[in-house]
């Protein structure tokens, strides 16, 4: 069975950057898609960045220039860099891996 252990959130100030990383009990290599949800307070889930088996990448359009997201393969973790936090980036971010889902991470972005 497959588990997803995110870490990597916490409270921010607009501008300021967080980096949340996602490791998995099973080679990263194994899994089709990694992919970073989000959701806001209030709000469903929305797929923020993904990152496919084939190297191709998505991000949503209003995190592009922004978020990077990366896998390494040799530590089976999915990362997802967020510069310049804005607001609207705070809730829960969920890592997925297939159709494998992590418990979610808290992250504030708030002056």
């Known amino acids: 069975q497959v588990h997803l252990v995110e870490s990597g959130g916490g409270s921010v100030q607009p501008g300021e950057s967080l980096r949340l990383s996602c490791v998995a009990n099973?080679?990263?290599?194994?899994?089709?898609?990694m992919a970073w949800h989000h959701q806001a307070p209030g709000k469903e889930r929305e797929m923020v960045a993904s990152?496919?088996?084939?190297?191709?990448?998505y991000y949503r359009p209003s995190v592009r220039g922004r978020f990077t997201i990366s896998r390494d393969i040799a530590k089976n973790i999915v990362e997802l860099q967020m510069n310049d936090l804005k607001p609207e980036d705070s809730g829960v971010y969920y890592c997925?891996?297939?159709?494998?889902w992590g418990h979610g991470i808290q992250v504030t972005v708030s002056s």
């Open positions: 997925v891996a297939d159709f494998t």
């Open positions: 099973e080679s990263a290599a194994d899994f089709y898609v």
């Open positions: 990152f496919t088996k084939y190297y191709f990448t």
